[in-house]
Protein backbone atom coordinates (compact mmCIF):
# COMPACT_ATOMS: atom_id res chain seq x y z
CA UNK A 1 0.00 0.00 0.00
CA UNK A 2 1.05 3.55 -0.74
CA UNK A 3 2.77 5.47 2.46
CA UNK A 4 1.16 8.70 3.20
CA UNK A 5 1.51 11.67 5.29
CA UNK A 6 5.37 12.42 4.26
CA UNK A 7 6.21 16.14 4.27
CA UNK A 8 6.70 17.53 0.53
CA UNK A 9 10.44 18.77 -0.10
CA UNK A 10 11.61 22.11 0.04
CA UNK A 11 11.85 23.29 -3.43
CA UNK A 12 15.53 24.57 -4.77
CA UNK A 13 16.57 27.31 -6.80
CA UNK A 14 20.43 25.76 -6.33
CA UNK A 15 21.38 23.34 -9.73
CA UNK A 16 20.54 20.08 -9.33
CA UNK A 17 22.91 17.05 -10.29
CA UNK A 18 22.08 13.95 -11.94
CA UNK A 19 24.62 11.60 -13.33
CA UNK A 20 23.76 8.36 -15.63
CA UNK A 21 25.44 4.82 -14.95
CA UNK A 22 23.80 2.74 -17.87
CA UNK A 23 22.75 3.21 -21.32
CA UNK A 24 20.99 0.00 -22.37
CA UNK A 25 20.55 -3.57 -20.71
CA UNK A 26 23.81 -4.95 -20.30
CA UNK A 27 26.33 -1.69 -20.18
CA UNK A 28 28.91 -2.17 -18.22
CA UNK A 29 28.60 -2.67 -14.24
CA UNK A 30 31.33 -0.76 -12.84
CA UNK A 31 30.18 2.52 -14.62
CA UNK A 32 27.95 3.92 -11.37
CA UNK A 33 31.27 4.01 -9.10
CA UNK A 34 33.31 6.95 -10.59
CA UNK A 35 29.95 8.75 -11.18
CA UNK A 36 28.30 8.48 -7.21
CA UNK A 37 31.66 9.53 -6.06
CA UNK A 38 31.54 12.69 -8.13
CA UNK A 39 28.19 13.12 -7.12
CA UNK A 40 29.10 13.46 -3.67
CA UNK A 41 32.42 15.02 -4.01
CA UNK A 42 30.39 17.81 -5.97
CA UNK A 43 26.65 18.05 -4.52
CA UNK A 44 26.64 21.13 -1.71
CA UNK A 45 23.34 19.60 0.57
CA UNK A 46 24.30 22.62 2.80
CA UNK A 47 23.40 24.89 -0.13
CA UNK A 48 20.19 23.07 -1.47
CA UNK A 49 21.84 20.62 -4.18
CA UNK A 50 20.55 17.30 -4.96
CA UNK A 51 21.98 14.41 -6.63
CA UNK A 52 20.60 11.94 -8.16
CA UNK A 53 21.61 8.50 -10.46
CA UNK A 54 19.85 7.43 -12.71
CA UNK A 55 20.10 3.63 -14.79
CA UNK A 56 18.56 3.58 -18.14
CA UNK A 57 18.17 0.16 -19.36
CA UNK A 58 15.31 0.05 -21.96
CA UNK A 59 15.34 -0.78 -25.40
CA UNK A 60 12.56 -1.26 -28.53
CA UNK A 61 12.79 -5.18 -27.42
CA UNK A 62 14.16 -5.32 -24.17
CA UNK A 63 10.52 -5.13 -22.21
CA UNK A 64 8.80 -8.01 -24.95
CA UNK A 65 12.47 -10.27 -23.58
CA UNK A 66 11.46 -9.38 -20.08
CA UNK A 67 8.05 -10.35 -20.78
CA UNK A 68 9.11 -13.52 -21.88
CA UNK A 69 11.41 -14.02 -18.89
CA UNK A 70 8.68 -13.21 -16.36
CA UNK A 71 6.54 -16.12 -18.26
CA UNK A 72 8.69 -18.34 -17.54
CA UNK A 73 9.73 -17.52 -14.05
CA UNK A 74 6.86 -15.49 -12.59
CA UNK A 75 9.82 -13.11 -10.16
CA UNK A 76 11.42 -12.43 -13.24
CA UNK A 77 11.01 -9.83 -15.71
CA UNK A 78 13.23 -6.82 -14.48
CA UNK A 79 16.33 -6.03 -15.71
CA UNK A 80 18.99 -9.21 -15.17
CA UNK A 81 21.75 -6.75 -13.90
CA UNK A 82 19.69 -4.99 -11.04
CA UNK A 83 22.28 -6.48 -8.29
CA UNK A 84 25.32 -6.01 -10.15
CA UNK A 85 24.24 -2.15 -10.88
CA UNK A 86 23.46 -1.58 -7.72
CA UNK A 87 25.64 -3.77 -5.15
CA UNK A 88 28.75 -1.49 -5.98
CA UNK A 89 27.25 1.84 -4.77
CA UNK A 90 23.76 1.16 -2.86
CA UNK A 91 25.17 1.92 0.40
CA UNK A 92 26.96 4.78 -0.72
CA UNK A 93 23.76 6.64 -2.72
CA UNK A 94 21.85 6.07 0.68
CA UNK A 95 24.16 7.38 3.14
CA UNK A 96 24.84 10.68 1.23
CA UNK A 97 21.29 11.35 -0.08
CA UNK A 98 22.19 10.30 -3.70
CA UNK A 99 18.82 9.24 -5.04
CA UNK A 100 18.32 6.50 -7.80
CA UNK A 101 15.59 6.38 -10.73
CA UNK A 102 15.90 4.11 -13.78
CA UNK A 103 13.67 1.88 -15.67
CA UNK A 104 15.08 -0.84 -14.37
CA UNK A 105 11.71 -2.60 -13.68
CA UNK A 106 11.31 -3.57 -17.11
CA UNK A 107 8.18 -6.13 -17.15
CA UNK A 108 7.99 -6.12 -13.39
CA UNK A 109 9.02 -3.24 -11.12
CA UNK A 110 7.56 -4.70 -7.97
CA UNK A 111 9.74 -7.58 -8.49
CA UNK A 112 12.77 -5.26 -9.02
CA UNK A 113 11.52 -2.75 -6.13
CA UNK A 114 11.66 -6.58 -3.76
CA UNK A 115 15.02 -7.44 -5.18
CA UNK A 116 16.28 -3.95 -3.88
CA UNK A 117 15.01 -4.40 -0.55
CA UNK A 118 16.86 -7.98 -0.50
CA UNK A 119 19.60 -6.54 -1.80
CA UNK A 120 19.93 -3.29 1.01
CA UNK A 121 19.29 -6.75 3.80
CA UNK A 122 21.94 -8.81 2.59
CA UNK A 123 24.07 -5.65 3.19
CA UNK A 124 23.37 -4.54 6.33
CA UNK A 125 21.56 -0.99 5.00
CA UNK A 126 18.56 0.60 6.40
CA UNK A 127 15.12 0.07 4.30
CA UNK A 128 15.35 2.33 1.36
CA UNK A 129 12.19 3.95 0.69
CA UNK A 130 11.38 2.71 -2.81
CA UNK A 131 8.47 3.63 -5.06
CA UNK A 132 6.88 1.49 -7.81
CA UNK A 133 5.47 3.41 -11.25
CA UNK A 134 3.18 1.71 -12.58
CA UNK A 135 0.11 2.25 -15.75
CA UNK A 136 3.18 2.15 -18.97
CA UNK A 137 1.88 -1.92 -19.73
CA UNK A 138 -0.61 -2.50 -21.63
CA UNK A 139 0.03 -6.11 -22.40
CA UNK A 140 -2.91 -7.41 -20.61
CA UNK A 141 -6.19 -8.44 -21.94
CA UNK A 142 -8.12 -5.82 -20.38
CA UNK A 143 -6.11 -3.61 -23.14
CA UNK A 144 -6.67 -5.71 -26.09
CA UNK A 145 -9.76 -3.45 -27.06
CA UNK A 146 -7.52 -0.38 -26.75
CA UNK A 147 -5.40 -1.99 -29.06
CA UNK A 148 -7.78 -3.23 -31.02
CA UNK A 149 -9.06 0.34 -31.80
CA UNK A 150 -5.79 1.98 -32.67
CA UNK A 151 -4.36 -0.73 -34.70
CA UNK A 152 -7.27 -1.93 -36.27
CA UNK A 153 -8.89 -5.39 -36.09
CA UNK A 154 -6.99 -6.66 -39.16
CA UNK A 155 -3.71 -6.38 -37.80
CA UNK A 156 -4.59 -7.80 -34.49
CA UNK A 157 -6.24 -10.64 -35.60
CA UNK A 158 -4.10 -13.81 -34.80
CA UNK A 159 -1.52 -11.49 -33.05
CA UNK A 160 0.52 -13.21 -30.32
CA UNK A 161 0.97 -10.45 -27.77
CA UNK A 162 4.44 -10.97 -25.80
CA UNK A 163 4.62 -6.84 -24.44
CA UNK A 164 2.54 -3.92 -25.32
CA UNK A 165 4.18 -0.85 -23.12
CA UNK A 166 3.41 3.15 -23.43
CA UNK A 167 5.79 5.25 -22.75
CA UNK A 168 4.89 7.32 -20.07
CA UNK A 169 6.13 10.55 -19.10
CA UNK A 170 8.05 12.04 -15.25
CA UNK A 171 4.89 13.37 -13.12
CA UNK A 172 4.61 9.69 -11.43
CA UNK A 173 8.33 10.26 -11.33
CA UNK A 174 8.07 13.64 -9.54
CA UNK A 175 5.13 12.61 -7.76
CA UNK A 176 7.16 9.89 -6.06
CA UNK A 177 10.36 11.85 -5.29
CA UNK A 178 7.92 14.21 -3.66
CA UNK A 179 6.57 11.65 -1.27
CA UNK A 180 10.30 11.41 0.04
CA UNK A 181 10.80 7.87 -2.68
CA UNK A 182 14.92 7.88 -2.22
CA UNK A 183 14.61 4.97 -4.59
CA UNK A 184 11.94 5.01 -7.88
CA UNK A 185 11.55 1.61 -10.12
CA UNK A 186 9.94 2.49 -13.38
CA UNK A 187 9.56 0.52 -16.23
CA UNK A 188 8.60 1.95 -19.66
CA UNK A 189 8.87 5.70 -18.84
CA UNK A 190 10.40 7.60 -22.13
CA UNK A 191 13.78 7.74 -21.59
CA UNK A 192 14.42 11.41 -20.36
CA UNK A 193 12.01 11.38 -18.32
CA UNK A 194 13.95 9.89 -15.76
CA UNK A 195 15.99 13.28 -15.37
CA UNK A 196 12.39 15.30 -16.00
CA UNK A 197 11.00 13.72 -13.07
CA UNK A 198 13.84 14.86 -10.51
CA UNK A 199 13.86 18.21 -12.12
CA UNK A 200 10.15 18.55 -11.25
CA UNK A 201 10.43 17.34 -7.63
CA UNK A 202 13.52 19.24 -6.94
CA UNK A 203 12.47 23.05 -8.53
CA UNK A 204 9.01 22.39 -8.12
CA UNK A 205 7.97 22.87 -12.00
CA UNK A 206 4.15 22.59 -12.94
CA UNK A 207 3.33 19.94 -15.94
CA UNK A 208 2.82 23.07 -18.50
CA UNK A 209 6.06 24.87 -17.90
CA UNK A 210 6.81 24.03 -21.47
CA UNK A 211 10.35 25.91 -21.75
CA UNK A 212 11.87 24.45 -18.32
CA UNK A 213 10.39 20.85 -19.32
CA UNK A 214 11.59 20.89 -22.51
CA UNK A 215 15.21 22.28 -21.44
CA UNK A 216 15.56 18.91 -18.81
CA UNK A 217 14.40 16.60 -21.78
CA UNK A 218 17.28 17.64 -23.61
CA UNK A 219 19.58 17.31 -20.66
CA UNK A 220 17.84 13.45 -20.29
CA UNK A 221 18.24 13.16 -23.97
CA UNK A 222 22.44 13.62 -23.62
CA UNK A 223 22.30 11.81 -20.54
CA UNK A 224 20.37 8.64 -21.34
CA UNK A 225 22.70 6.99 -24.03
CA UNK A 226 25.24 6.41 -20.88
CA UNK A 227 28.63 6.87 -22.15
CA UNK A 228 27.93 7.88 -25.79
CA UNK A 229 28.39 11.56 -25.26
CA UNK A 230 31.37 11.17 -23.62
CA UNK A 231 33.22 10.09 -26.73
CA UNK A 232 32.40 6.26 -26.85
CA UNK A 233 29.96 6.02 -29.60
CA UNK A 234 32.13 9.42 -30.96
CA UNK A 235 35.32 7.69 -31.20
CA UNK A 236 36.83 7.34 -35.14
CA UNK A 237 40.90 6.88 -34.84
CA UNK A 238 42.72 9.07 -36.12
CA UNK A 239 39.10 10.98 -37.43
CA UNK A 240 37.83 11.70 -33.36
CA UNK A 241 40.13 11.07 -31.08
CA UNK A 242 39.23 10.24 -27.50
CA UNK A 243 41.56 9.55 -25.06
CA UNK A 244 41.62 6.19 -22.53
CA UNK A 245 38.65 4.69 -23.90
CA UNK A 246 39.20 2.01 -22.00
CA UNK A 247 38.27 3.64 -18.82
CA UNK A 248 35.65 5.22 -20.32
CA UNK A 249 33.42 7.64 -17.56
CA UNK A 250 29.86 8.51 -18.21
CA UNK A 251 28.16 11.80 -17.44
CA UNK A 252 27.00 13.79 -15.38
CA UNK A 253 24.32 16.69 -15.88
CA UNK A 254 23.96 20.10 -13.67
CA UNK A 255 20.95 21.44 -14.11
CA UNK A 256 19.70 24.63 -13.08
CA UNK A 257 16.30 25.96 -12.18
CA UNK A 258 15.28 27.65 -15.78
CA UNK A 259 16.08 23.84 -17.26
CA UNK A 260 20.03 24.69 -18.52
CA UNK A 261 22.33 22.37 -18.27
CA UNK A 262 25.79 21.65 -18.27
CA UNK A 263 27.32 18.54 -19.13
CA UNK A 264 30.30 16.83 -18.13
CA UNK A 265 31.61 13.22 -16.97
CA UNK A 266 32.67 11.34 -13.73
CA UNK A 267 36.07 12.50 -12.07
CA UNK A 268 39.07 10.54 -12.78
CA UNK A 269 37.39 8.79 -16.10
CA UNK A 270 38.37 8.28 -19.36
CA UNK A 271 36.59 9.63 -22.65
CA UNK A 272 35.93 13.45 -23.19
CA UNK A 273 33.11 15.45 -22.94
CA UNK A 274 33.27 17.90 -25.96
CA UNK A 275 31.10 20.19 -28.65
CA UNK A 276 31.07 17.75 -31.65
CA UNK A 277 30.26 14.83 -28.70
CA UNK A 278 27.62 17.09 -27.16
CA UNK A 279 25.75 18.05 -30.93
CA UNK A 280 26.09 14.44 -31.88
CA UNK A 281 24.15 13.17 -29.18
CA UNK A 282 22.42 16.00 -29.28
CA UNK A 283 20.53 15.27 -32.73
CA UNK A 284 20.72 11.28 -31.92
CA UNK A 285 17.19 9.48 -32.97
CA UNK A 286 16.03 13.33 -33.25
CA UNK A 287 13.38 12.73 -35.78
CA UNK A 288 12.56 16.95 -36.06
CA UNK A 289 14.49 19.43 -34.33
CA UNK A 290 11.74 21.66 -34.24
CA UNK A 291 9.54 19.00 -32.67
CA UNK A 292 11.23 15.72 -30.54
CA UNK A 293 8.23 14.58 -29.09
CA UNK A 294 8.06 12.94 -25.24
CA UNK A 295 4.93 12.81 -22.89
CA UNK A 296 6.37 15.42 -21.27
CA UNK A 297 6.52 18.20 -23.75
CA UNK A 298 7.19 18.86 -27.27
CA UNK A 299 10.90 20.18 -27.58
CA UNK A 300 12.52 22.23 -29.88
CA UNK A 301 16.25 22.98 -30.56
CA UNK A 302 15.99 25.04 -33.98
CA UNK A 303 17.65 27.94 -31.49
CA UNK A 304 19.44 25.71 -29.34
CA UNK A 305 23.24 26.82 -28.63
CA UNK A 306 26.01 24.33 -27.40
CA UNK A 307 29.20 25.98 -25.64
CA UNK A 308 32.51 24.86 -24.56
CA UNK A 309 32.86 25.99 -21.48
CA UNK A 310 36.09 23.72 -20.03
CA UNK A 311 37.27 20.82 -20.29
CA UNK A 312 34.46 18.30 -19.44
CA UNK A 313 32.10 21.04 -19.40
CA UNK A 314 29.92 21.99 -22.54
CA UNK A 315 26.82 23.88 -21.65
CA UNK A 316 23.60 23.57 -23.64
CA UNK A 317 21.17 26.44 -23.78
CA UNK A 318 18.35 28.14 -25.84
CA UNK A 319 15.65 25.02 -25.71
CA UNK A 320 12.21 26.03 -26.69
CA UNK A 321 9.01 24.12 -25.48
CA UNK A 322 5.96 23.44 -26.72
CA UNK A 323 2.24 21.66 -25.43
CA UNK A 324 2.77 17.77 -25.11
CA UNK A 325 1.01 15.39 -27.43
CA UNK A 326 -2.22 14.37 -26.64
CA UNK A 327 -1.03 10.44 -27.17
CA UNK A 328 1.31 8.39 -26.19
CA UNK A 329 3.43 6.29 -28.09
CA UNK A 330 3.23 2.38 -27.54
CA UNK A 331 4.88 -0.43 -28.68
CA UNK A 332 3.53 -3.81 -28.91
CA UNK A 333 5.75 -6.89 -29.59
CA UNK A 334 4.54 -10.02 -31.02
CA UNK A 335 5.67 -13.20 -31.52
CA UNK A 336 7.13 -13.59 -35.06
CA UNK A 337 7.88 -16.81 -35.82
CA UNK A 338 11.63 -18.04 -36.02
CA UNK A 339 14.80 -17.14 -37.18
CA UNK A 340 17.67 -19.72 -37.76
CA UNK A 341 21.30 -18.42 -38.06
CA UNK A 342 24.48 -19.46 -39.96
CA UNK A 343 28.09 -18.59 -39.82
CA UNK A 344 31.20 -20.14 -41.44
CA UNK A 345 34.66 -19.24 -42.40
CA UNK A 346 36.88 -19.38 -45.31
CA UNK A 347 40.65 -17.82 -45.18
CA UNK A 348 42.90 -18.31 -47.82
CA UNK A 349 43.36 -17.98 -51.69
CA UNK A 350 39.79 -17.92 -53.42
CA UNK A 351 38.22 -17.24 -50.39
CA UNK A 352 35.70 -15.38 -51.22
CA UNK A 353 34.69 -17.10 -53.79
CA UNK A 354 34.55 -20.24 -51.67
CA UNK A 355 32.13 -18.41 -49.53
CA UNK A 356 29.59 -17.22 -52.32
CA UNK A 357 29.66 -20.56 -53.20
CA UNK A 358 28.81 -22.17 -49.66
CA UNK A 359 25.70 -19.38 -50.32
CA UNK A 360 24.81 -20.60 -53.73
CA UNK A 361 24.85 -24.36 -52.08
CA UNK A 362 22.43 -23.17 -49.36
CA UNK A 363 20.30 -21.68 -51.45
CA UNK A 364 19.88 -24.93 -53.67
CA UNK A 365 19.56 -26.73 -51.02
CA UNK A 366 17.26 -24.79 -49.14
CA UNK A 367 14.01 -23.51 -51.90
CA UNK A 368 11.39 -23.12 -49.24
CA UNK A 369 13.44 -20.58 -47.13
CA UNK A 370 14.50 -16.29 -48.22
CA UNK A 371 17.88 -16.27 -47.34
CA UNK A 372 19.90 -13.69 -45.89
CA UNK A 373 23.56 -14.18 -47.40
CA UNK A 374 26.32 -11.51 -45.92
CA UNK A 375 29.86 -11.71 -46.54
CA UNK A 376 31.21 -10.49 -43.34
CA UNK A 377 34.98 -8.91 -44.27
CA UNK A 378 32.99 -7.93 -47.92
CA UNK A 379 29.58 -6.52 -47.44
CA UNK A 380 27.49 -7.27 -44.28
CA UNK A 381 25.90 -4.28 -42.34
CA UNK A 382 23.63 -3.06 -45.28
CA UNK A 383 19.66 -3.34 -45.03
CA UNK A 384 20.32 -6.40 -47.87
CA UNK A 385 18.04 -8.93 -47.68
CA UNK A 386 17.82 -9.31 -51.05
CA UNK A 387 21.15 -10.00 -52.22
CA UNK A 388 21.12 -7.24 -54.31
CA UNK A 389 24.48 -5.47 -53.12
CA UNK A 390 25.85 -8.39 -53.09
CA UNK A 391 25.35 -9.73 -56.03
CA UNK A 392 26.36 -6.85 -57.38
CA UNK A 393 29.99 -7.05 -56.95
CA UNK A 394 32.00 -9.44 -57.96
CA UNK A 395 34.20 -11.70 -55.85
CA UNK A 396 37.34 -9.94 -55.05
CA UNK A 397 40.30 -10.82 -53.44
CA UNK A 398 39.55 -11.20 -49.55
CA UNK A 399 41.65 -14.27 -47.97
CA UNK A 400 39.28 -13.98 -44.56
CA UNK A 401 36.13 -14.21 -44.79
CA UNK A 402 32.95 -15.32 -42.92
CA UNK A 403 29.36 -16.28 -44.16
CA UNK A 404 26.90 -15.34 -42.34
CA UNK A 405 23.21 -16.97 -43.45
CA UNK A 406 20.00 -15.84 -41.71
CA UNK A 407 16.39 -16.99 -42.26
CA UNK A 408 13.16 -16.94 -40.78
CA UNK A 409 9.69 -19.14 -40.77
CA UNK A 410 6.69 -19.28 -38.56
CA UNK A 411 8.01 -23.09 -38.03
CA UNK A 412 10.88 -24.14 -35.87
CA UNK A 413 11.02 -27.40 -38.02
CA UNK A 414 11.55 -25.33 -40.83
CA UNK A 415 14.28 -22.92 -40.01
CA UNK A 416 15.82 -25.19 -37.55
CA UNK A 417 17.12 -26.92 -41.85
CA UNK A 418 19.13 -24.23 -41.90
CA UNK A 419 21.27 -24.62 -39.05
CA UNK A 420 21.61 -28.23 -40.43
CA UNK A 421 22.91 -27.60 -43.89
CA UNK A 422 25.06 -24.69 -42.56
CA UNK A 423 26.75 -27.75 -40.67
CA UNK A 424 26.89 -29.87 -43.50
CA UNK A 425 29.31 -27.64 -45.28
CA UNK A 426 32.18 -28.68 -43.29
CA UNK A 427 32.05 -31.74 -45.08
CA UNK A 428 29.94 -31.03 -48.16
CA UNK A 429 32.75 -28.16 -49.52
CA UNK A 430 33.11 -25.84 -50.72
CA UNK A 431 36.94 -26.52 -49.30
CA UNK A 432 38.69 -24.79 -46.19
CA UNK A 433 35.45 -24.10 -44.17
CA UNK A 434 35.27 -23.76 -40.27
CA UNK A 435 34.20 -22.38 -36.73
CA UNK A 436 30.65 -23.24 -37.95
CA UNK A 437 27.81 -21.76 -35.29
CA UNK A 438 24.39 -21.50 -35.28
CA UNK A 439 21.40 -20.53 -33.42
CA UNK A 440 17.49 -20.65 -33.61
CA UNK A 441 15.97 -18.34 -31.36
CA UNK A 442 12.49 -17.03 -31.34
CA UNK A 443 11.83 -14.26 -33.23
CA UNK A 444 10.05 -11.35 -31.88
CA UNK A 445 7.83 -8.14 -34.35
CA UNK A 446 7.41 -4.71 -33.43
CA UNK A 447 4.05 -2.36 -34.19
CA UNK A 448 3.65 1.23 -32.74
CA UNK A 449 0.98 2.67 -32.29
CA UNK A 450 -0.74 5.93 -30.60
CA UNK A 451 -3.27 5.96 -27.85
CA UNK A 452 -5.26 8.15 -25.93
CA UNK A 453 -3.01 10.08 -22.81
CA UNK A 454 -6.26 9.72 -20.64
CA UNK A 455 -6.44 5.61 -21.59
CA UNK A 456 -3.06 5.39 -19.50
CA UNK A 457 -3.76 6.73 -16.47
CA UNK A 458 -0.11 6.59 -14.08
CA UNK A 459 0.25 6.19 -10.65
CA UNK A 460 3.24 5.59 -7.83
CA UNK A 461 3.31 3.13 -5.61
CA UNK A 462 5.50 3.68 -2.26
CA UNK A 463 6.40 -0.13 -0.85
CA UNK A 464 6.14 -0.72 2.97
CA UNK A 465 9.49 -1.87 4.37
CA UNK A 466 9.87 -5.45 3.74
CA UNK A 467 9.89 -7.81 7.04
Known sequence: ????????????????????????SGDRADAAGPVVDTLIARCDRSAGQRAFLIFETLAERTLALAQLRRRADPGAGYEPLLEDLLRPVLARC?????????????????AAAHCIQGLARELGLPAPRI????????????HRALLRGQLGADR?????????????????????????????????VADPSLAVGP?????????DDWNRLARATMAGHLLECGAQVCGGYHADPGYKDVPDLHALGYPIAEIDDQGHCIIGKADATGGAVTLASVKEQLLYELHDPAAYLTPDVVADITEAE????????VALRGVRGHPRPDCLK??????????????????????????RLAADVLRRRLPALDLRVDLIGVTSVLGDDAGRTLAAQAPGPARDVRLRVAATHAE???????????????????????GVRTALTPRLNTLSCLVPRAAVPCHFELLEAAP
Open 94 to 110: LTHGVRIVSNFGAAHPR
Open 199 to 207: AMSHFGWTD
Open 131 to 142: AVIHGDDLSGAD
Open 412 to 434: SSQALQLTREVTALYTCGPAGGG
Open 1 to 24: MPTVGLAMPTRSTASLLIGCAAGF
Open 330 to 355: VNVCHEGGWLAEGEISYAGARAESRA
Open 156 to 188: MDGLRIVSANAYVGAQAIAEALDAGAQIVVAGR
Open 306 to 313: VQWLAPDR
